[in-house]
């Protein structure tokens, strides 16, 4: 129960002042505990960050693989849009978990950087393989290359990752216009698209 309250503390902690703001004597007065005492759970603030930082892997990955099968039943736009939505607001209603990710993907600290990056890697790459996957399966392409279907999940994620941005940097970002930006992207691709079941 202790390890948890550490855990829970110190990314709440380190999403308001990041990994290099925040001291183990921070994290151990808000458990309410005495700072020796986090050692009796975690060798260092490093092993303690790469614990959060796992279980908010896990805890996402899952939320994705969820989130895939929940949309799987739509059309080809509205698949792609759903995890769009859903993708945005599994950060957006949590400001922890938002702030978080904020700090590890913008302002990785910079002893730890390669490590965050392999396995923020394992995350993008779980992405891109899936989109990837719907793309490919759900469409009929008029003689599409690998080439080709390789810039529409890549100008997908794109998106995905921009959303992201902007959720962290513009007060004024919200579902509608995520909606417009998405009608835009849309427009862009459709000459790629033959349109089947009159999806589009």
């Known amino acids: 129960m202790t390890s948890q309250k550490i855990k829970k503390v110190a990314l709440e902690l380190m999403a308001q002042k990041g990994y290099e703001g925040t001291s183990l004597s921070e994290i151990a007065n808000k458990v309410g505990i005495k700072k020796p005492s986090i050692y009796g759970h975690f060798l260092s ?6 614990s959060v930082l796992n279980e908010e892997m896990i805890r996402f990955e899952l939320y994705i693989k969820k989130m895939l099968i929940d949309v799987e039943i739509n059309n080809i736009q509205n698949t792609l849009f759903d995890f769009l939505k859903g993708f945005i607001q599994y950060f957006y209603k949590d400001s922890a978990r938002r702030g978080f990710w904020s700090g590890i993907i913008f302002f990785p600290p910079f002893e730890l950087r390669e490590k965050i990056k392999i396995k923020l890697n394992s995350i993008d790459e779980l992405i891109y393989n899936n989109i990837s996957d719907i793309i490919s399966k759900r469409i009929k392409v008029k003689g599409i290359s690998k080439k080709d279907l390789d810039k529409l999940v890549y100008s997908y994620i794109c998106i995905l990752k921009g959303s992201f941005t902007m959720l962290i940097y513009d007060d004024k970002f919200n579902i509608k216009r995520l909606k417009d930006i998405w009608e835009i ?7 790629k698209i033959v349109k089947n079941d009159n999806e589009f």
Request: proline share 0%; glycine share 8%; no cysteine.
């Open 45 to 50: 603030k490093e092993e303690l960050f790469f």
């Open 185 to 191: 992207y849309l427009s862009g691709i459709e000459e």
